[in-house]
């Protein structure tokens, strides 16, 4: 038997590793990032290397800070979005301005441990085109917040088209072609891990433990982590919109076992007038069951309404760095 070359394998001197950085109020960590990161992608000789840094409309002085390290190195790329977009828009804006061989997004808080990217690298060399990063544990996770999580991959994975895997989030590395596959999907409210999960592809896992926030505080507090889960379900799956034809049918058939007793009730024993908090309680329970329903609907349709529009996921105000400064 004969193996079929894998691309992977082919070595040409200048493959590229892009390191994306998605950054928002970030500024007094950043010195220790690039300091962590810069001496392991130098140690991986063999690679080309570019940082690309999205400053997601910081307040602080990310932006300042991320220009001073681009004048420093020509590899870093600063990408100044004209808003906040959010971090999955910063993503998208990294991903859509590298030219890497192999991508890897990195959180700009340290949580992600950049020396991962070392067998990161030797697993894409191995074949893989796509390899993730898992936290092996969530103690720096609250009781809460790991119940949640645990509970939403839970739901996502049962009623999603396609499973996101557990416990792993947006740092992992990626071949060029998975990132081209990526760049295809036109949809404008971003799910990443939904996407990065949805596109396939060999995938081989490296586990880590995640560490606690370097500097700064994290930006996801519960209503955002909320919109990010409902984002993520309604992107990847209808069936919080079928499932009301089976609830309508439950009821239905209920209400028709209820009247039949009812009627036989009235027929047996004579007619029985009291029957107020039986009436009541059915007009509130499917009044309720119907504003569920619509409020589902209103959900769903939102999202259409925001897609049709066809904005862009986000705006670059101006790029900096990459070895022609103009900053
Ligand atoms: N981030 C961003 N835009 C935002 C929020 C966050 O670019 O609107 C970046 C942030 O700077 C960090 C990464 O996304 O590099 C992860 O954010 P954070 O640490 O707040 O999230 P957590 O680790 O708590 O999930
Ligand atoms: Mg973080």
């Known amino acids: 038997m004969f193996k079929i070359p894998n691309s992977h394998l082919t070595h040409s001197p200048s493959r590229c590793l892009s390191i994306i950085v998605p950054c928002f109020n970030e500024g007094d960590g950043l010195d220790a990032f690039f300091n962590r990161l810069e001496p392991i992608l130098l140690k991986l000789q063999e690679y080309d290397y570019e940082i690309v840094c999205i400053d997601d409309g910081s307040h602080d002085n990310t932006l300042e800070v991320l220009c001073r390290h681009a004048t420093r190195n020509p590899h870093i790329v600063v990408l100044e979005l004209s808003r906040n977009f959010g ?54 996770d609250h009781l809460v917040q790991r119940l949640v999580t645990q509970w939403f991959y839970r739901l996502h994975n049962w009623i999603s088209e396609c499973a996101i895997p557990r416990d792993v989030g947006d740092f992992r590395l990626m071949d060029k072609r998975v990132v081209e596959a990526i760049k295809r999907l036109p949809e404008r409210r971003r799910f990443m891990k939904g996407l990065f999960a949805w596109v396939g592809f060999r995938q081989s896992v490296v586990e880590f433990v995640a560490e606690s926030r370097k500097s700064g505080k994290s930006s996801f507090n519960a209503r955002r982590l909320w919109v990010l889960a409902l984002e993520g379900i309604t992107s990847f799956s209808t069936v919080p919109l079928a499932v009301w034809a089976y609830a309508g049918f439950t009821v239905a058939a209920l209400a028709l076992v209820y009247g039949c007793w009812i009627i036989i009730k009235t027929l047996v024993f004579g007619i029985d007038v009291p029957g107020y908090a039986s009436l009541l309680t059915a007009v509130l329970f499917l009044g309720g069951i119907q504003l569920m329903g619509i409020g589902v609907l209103g959900e769903y349709i939102g999202r259409i309404y925001s897609e049709s529009k066809q904005r862009p996921v986000y705006i670059i105000r101006q790029r900096y760095g990459g070895g022609n400064l103009d900053a």
């Open 87 to 140: 971090k999955e828009a910063a993503l998208t804006a990294g991903i859509d301005a590298t030219r890497g061989d192999a991508v890897i997004p990195l959180d700009a808080d340290l949580q992600h441990p950049p020396e991962l990217i070392v067998e990161m690298v030797k697993q894409w060399e191995n074949g893989s085109d796509v390899v993730l990063a898992r936290r092996k544990s969530r103690e720096t």
